[in-house]
């Protein structure tokens, strides 16, 4: 018996961590509210409590318009539409994000070119952006992910010198700000999700932000079946569709928008104690915080494990490790969007990736993002923001459990374990797992 849970010891955590997510009466009496109003949502569109939501949503990261609309993933297919970009056209992207910021740019019929990420913030890799720019390139769509932002300084530069519109995804940035100015309002069109892990949340929704009336009328249109924007200064007609958010999720995400703030301070705090306490740990390397990150999205804590610090043992078997020892951690949060399982795109079902060209783009193949792989496959390790909501005991718990993992990993060498999940692991990792070569 050794002294990790996975090899029976004593697990550090044997109590859950905050629940997520967190609501009270306030929700409740909203979400009657809506019920006993009989307007649950559709047409008319921004409907009463989407409107007031989406307001004070866009007015909180200091941008003048807001859109309410059914998730993130159609937050990002509307801001693409309503910046102009059309078939054909490409579109840079991280190559380390979710599925949901690309695949809308395919939705959209335009190209998605993949970018690395960068290795000290695993957000876009803005000195590699210059040399994916063609004359058919026409926006920028960078992530703001592991409490970082994209450099967007260096976008907003390359965007003039060349162009471009901005598109900032904005999934994990709730309530984060860039020099001041809030996720989202420092490119053309900011897009939000609230889906369930979010850090605020309705189950599911999304909000596209910008200070463009004439972006906001598109959009509008846009998510609204292409009807004439309530404003129609531009009088732009488009085919839409109905991306509309209901009542309902608009009513929980005022209440949720109230909390955001004091939630955020709980977090950073929580998570500015963690960094102190594994800063430095053998095994343990830390994100760059960057100063112009002047307010922090604290969504998930990301933090890197250097295999070759201990030896070899690879991250699936120190996150089943820190699992065992009663903390909910994830290593394949993301995949380089190009290599996912998730990502099985075709040439003949989007006809962009051949419209002039002699051949068409197999993005699967295309391209090789060696930064976003290891992160994705080696060496990324995800903590989700709900259990830095708790007490600083509960913090004192998950730097424990994950400096018990790193002193002990002697421990994890060539043990199998089904909480060594195997499909967390990159396929040279499986084979060496397999073979418990390690
Ligand atoms: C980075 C990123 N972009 C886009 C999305 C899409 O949001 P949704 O799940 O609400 O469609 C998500 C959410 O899962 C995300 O994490």
Redesign the pocket.
């Known amino acids: 018996m050794g002294k990790l849970a996975i090899t029976g010891g004593t697990p550090v955590r044997n109590k859950p961590f905050a629940p997520w997510p967190v609501y009270d009466a306030r929700e409740a009496t909203a979400l009657q509210a809506v019920l006993e109003s009989r307007n649950w949502g559709g047409y008319p569109f921004p409907n009463r409590h989407g409107e007031k939501f989406a307001r004070r949503f866009a007015k909180f990261h200091g941008a003048k318009y807001g859109l309410p609309v059914a998730?993130?993933?159609?937050?990002?297919t509307v801001a693409l539409r309503a910046a102009g970009i059309e078939p054909g056209d490409e579109v840079i992207v991280p190559a380390y994000?979710?599925?949901?910021?690309v695949t809308p740019v395919l939705e959209v019929n335009a190209v998605p070119v993949f970018v690395d990420v960068d290795p000290h913030t695993y957000c876009l890799d803005t000195t590699l952006v210059e040399r994916a720019i063609t004359r058919r390139t026409r926006a920028i769509l960078p992530?703001h992910?592991a409490m970082n932002f994209a450099d967007l300084d260096a976008i907003r530069r390359l965007a003039r010198r060349y162009a471009l519109r901005v598109i900032e995804?904005c999934?994990?940035a709730h309530g984060g700000q860039w020099k001041g100015k809030g996720a989202g309002a420092t490119g053309d069109l900011g897009?939000f999700?609230?889906?369930s892990?979010?850090l605020m949340t309705a189950g599911?929704?999304?909000a596209v932000i910008t200070n463009s009336l004439e972006l906001f009328e598109r959009a509008q249109s846009y998510a609204n079946c292409g009807r004439a924007s309530v404003t129609d200064r531009f009088r732009h007609r488009l085919i839409g569709f109905n991306y509309r958010m209901t009542e309902f999720q608009a009513a929980i995400l005022e209440v949720q928008l109230q909390r955001l703030t004091s939630q955020a301070a709980t977090r950073r705090r929580n998570m500015d104690y963690f960094e102190d306490r594994i800063r430095g740990v053998r095994g343990i390397g830390l994100l760059k915080r960057d100063p112009r990150v002047t307010g922090v999205a604290a969504y998930q804590y990301v933090f890197k494990y250097l295999a070759d610090d201990l030896g070899g043992i690879p991250r699936a078997a120190f996150l089943g490790a820190l699992s065992m020892e009663g903390i909910p951690c994830d290593g394949l949060f993301?995949e380089p969007v190009y290599k996912s399982t998730l990502f099985p795109v075709r040439a003949n079902e989007y006809p962009a990736l051949s419209w002039r060209r002699k051949r068409p783009l197999d993005l699967r193949k295309l391209y090789r993002c060696p930064v976003a792989e290891r992160a994705a496959y080696e060496e990324s390790v995800w903590l989700p923001h709900h259990i830095f909501l708790g007490s600083r005991r509960d913090v004192d718990d998950i730097a424990a459990a994950v400096i018990k993992v790193c002193e002990n990993v002697g421990e994890l060498r060539g043990l199998r374990h089904p909480a060594i999940t195997l499909q967390q692991v990159s396929r040279a990792d499986r084979a060496r797992l397999e073979k418990r070569q390690y």
């Open positions: 998730n993130g993933t159609v937050a990002i994000t979710w599925e949901g910021t992530v992910l995804d999934a994990h897009c999700s609230f889906q892990s979010k599911e929704g999304g993301y």
